[in-house]
């Protein structure tokens, strides 16, 4: 079963709690919240003060996105206001394994993730450490921007690594997913569908949600 994962980046700010029970009445399991800091990404976004607010109203599974440099130093806050999973960048932090370590042991689930110019490579002896490997399918700042096929192989590949690995280990694609590649991505191995404006664009959650579970 696929998991889909709304980002809230393409949400109407001014009404997030009614957008929130919205995509979650229309049929979604996790919230994608895209943490960004104007360094690693040219884009700011939100921070651990939404993401604790977000929390006293929802069960969703919190699924924080780390496009932020040092994120060493914001584990703890994302943790204490209700995060479930905390993923980092791979370009952000020059040896990511301690920091993954300490995620959890503070009894959260952590991720990977990958730019669309990393390589697997990369990442490989980090991903049997992991909850969740996140292929980045757009160059990560914004939402809305085209889908980037040429990641598809490396989409294949890690599922390929993943399958040998005798744990649950998600496997989450972000960025310009929508109804046309759904499929194509399920296909090579994704199992958790970030979709910001193909949902938030939409003016039927519950219909865009669909069609992204039966791609
Ligand atoms: C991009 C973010 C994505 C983004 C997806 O940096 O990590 O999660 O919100 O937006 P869409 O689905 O519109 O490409
Ligand atoms: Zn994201």
New binding site residues.
């Given amino acids: 079963m696929v998991i889909i994962a709304p ?1 809230i ?2 949400a109407d700010f001014t009404r997030l709690y009614d957008e929130i029970k919205a995509v979650t009445d229309a049929g979604a399991e996790w919230l ?1 919240i ?1 943490v ?1 800091d104007g360094h690693f ?1 040219p884009n700011i976004t939100i921070g651990p003060v939404v993401v604790e607010n977000i929390r006293k109203k929802t069960s969703l599974v919190l699924d924080c ?1 780390l ?1 932020i440099e040092h994120p060493e130093k914001y584990i703890d806050a994302f943790i204490k206001a209700g995060a479930d999973i905390i993923t980092i960048h791979s370009e952000a932090v020059l040896e990511p394994l301690d920091l993954i370590t300490q995620i959890k042991k503070l009894g959260c689930k952590v991720g990977i993730s990958i730019n669309p110019e990393t390589p697997l490579e990369k990442i490989l002896h980090i991903i049997p450490k992991v909850d969740l490997v996140l292929i ?1 399918s ?1 160059h ?6 085209k889908f980037i096929d040429d990641v598809v192989p490396k989409l294949k590949q890690a599922s390929e690594v993943i399958k040998k690995i005798k744990k649950q280990i998600y496997l989450q694609i ?4 929508n109804n046309q590649n759904a499929g194509l991505v399920k296909k090579n191995g994704a199992n958790v569908l ?5 949902i938030f664009k939409n003016k039927e959650y519950h219909t865009a949600i669909n069609q992204l579970k039966e791609a």
């Fill in positions: 980002s980046l393409s994608h895209d960004m990404v996105h496009m980045m757009v990560p700042g914004f939402s809305g921007q972000d960025g310009g997913i970030v979709a910001a404006s193909f």
